[in-house]
């Protein structure tokens, strides 16, 4: 059974910056792509980055280029994603995801298979 566990959410001031974590179990964590969605208030999970089996592709929403920066360590079977910048409407519940099918930077919800509880993350003004 694969398990994704996030951490490292919190309250930050507009402007600060958060490092999220997403550790999975299992033996195959090399195989697959990763990849970070998130879910506000009222709104649909929508995707935020991901990167492919070996880490050195990085894809990224258009409104987080250049802000958030998703990496990976495979000795630790970890996701990471450092956020910068951060603004209100980042507030929201962050997720880790597994991909099962698709290209690796695949954006829809349904083209991965596990997922994590999520962390909250929330920016104030």
């Given at each position: 059974?694969?398990?994704?566990?996030?951490?490292?959410?919190?309250?930050v001031?507009?402007?600060?910056?958060?490092?999220?974590s997403c550790a999975t179990s299992g033996r195959t964590f090399s195989s697959y792509a990763m990849?970070?969605?998130?879910?506000g208030p009222g709104k649909g999970r929508e995707f935020v980055a991901?990167?492919?089996?070996s880490?050195?592709?990085t894809y990224y929403a258009d409104s987080m280029k250049g802000r958030f920066t998703i990496s990976r360590e495979t000795a630790k079977n970890t996701v990471y994603m450092q956020m910068n910048s951060l603004k209100p409407e980042d507030t929201a519940v962050y997720y880790c995801a597994r991909q099962s099918t698709g290209?690796?930077?695949?954006?829809?919800?349904?083209d991965y298979?596990?997922?994590?509880?999520?962390?909250?993350?929330?920016?104030?003004s």
């Open positions: 059974q694969v398990q994704l566990v996030e951490s490292g959410g919190g309250l001031q507009a402007g600060g910056s958060l490092r999220l990849a970070w969605f998130r879910q991901a990167i492919n089996r880490g050195d592709s290209r690796w930077s695949a954006t829809r919800v349904e298979d596990y997922w994590g509880q999520g962390t909250q993350v929330t920016v104030s």
